[in-house]
């Protein structure tokens, strides 16, 4: 159980473009999702806290406008990356809490912008 | 503020010898404290967690970790190691009650030795 899916799990993208990432939970609903990114050997940063229905809380020198992230159900959340430039290519990874403690992670995606 | 230190960036330890990666951790009351695994261009998958009770917890693959309130430790171990058990490791807390935000480590390598 608990199973979190990321799609795409990779994704090459030109300079300027758009980029949608969906985090599914498969076999629970979550109230709650979140969007990390991590940068090579380090930890992972959060970016927001996605609430089903709501609007998404970001964290500190995060940009709202070029991450933006919607949470229409129980079991997606979306973290659209706008006009994508080089220095935004990272490992994105988006989790789901079950229950009131507990994260269970998607297997990330790796965004390259050209 | 909640913080969690791995001092330990590379943890090395020959196949079948017992292993502990080390985690200590500053939150205010009792803590709920995770540990996570993550292998190369994957997400993190869920180990272990201590919320309450018995001090030393057993998780997934053989894993298990002991809280120790007196020295804010949650040290992660393993009696026989395996090669397929290098990997990068989490530690991870959050404030008591549910629905809190977690803090991770920066993360300590695993390196097991054939």
């Known amino acids: 159980g608990a199973v979190v899916s990321q799609h795409p799990s990779w994704v090459i993208c030109k300079s300027g473009t758009s980029v949608k990432i969906e985090c599914r939970s498969l076999?629970?609903?979550?109230?709650?999702m979140f969007w990390y990114r991590q940068f090579p050997k380090q930890s992972l940063m959060l970016m927001a806290t996605s609430n089903e229905g709501s609007k998404a809380t970001y964290e500190q020198g995060v940009e709202k406008d070029k991450f933006l992230i919607n949470h229409a159900s129980l079991t997606l959340s979306t973290l659209t990356v706008t006009s994508a430039h080089p220095e935004d290519s990272s490992f994105y990874i988006c989790?789901?809490?079950?229950?009131?403690?507990?994260?269970?992670f998607g297997p990330g995606t790796r965004l390259l912008v050209l | 503020a909640q913080s969690v230190a791995q001092p330990e960036d590379q943890v090395n330890v020959a196949e079948g010898n017992p292993l502990t990666v080390k985690c200590t951790y500053s939150?205010?009351?009792?803590?709920?404290l995770f540990w996570y695994v993550q292998y190369p261009n994957r997400g993190l998958q869920f180990l272990l967690k201590?919320?309450?009770?018995?001090?030393l917890v057993k998780g997934s693959y053989g894993f298990e970790a002991e809280f120790n309130k007196s020295q804010t430790s949650f040290h992660l171990k393993k009696p026989s190691a395996l090669v397929s058990d290098s990997a990068l490791y989490f530690c991870?807390?959050?404030?008591?009650?549910?629905?809190?935000?977690?803090?991770f480590g920066i993360g300590t390598k695993l390196q097991v030795i054939p």
């Open positions: 076999d629970f609903q979550a109230t709650t």
């Open positions: 939150v205010s009351g009792n803590p709920y």
């Open positions: 991870a807390v959050s404030p008591p009650a549910g629905y809190q935000k977690v803090t």
């Open positions: 989790s789901a809490r079950a229950g009131a403690e507990t994260q269970y």
């Open positions: 201590y919320i309450t009770g018995d001090n």
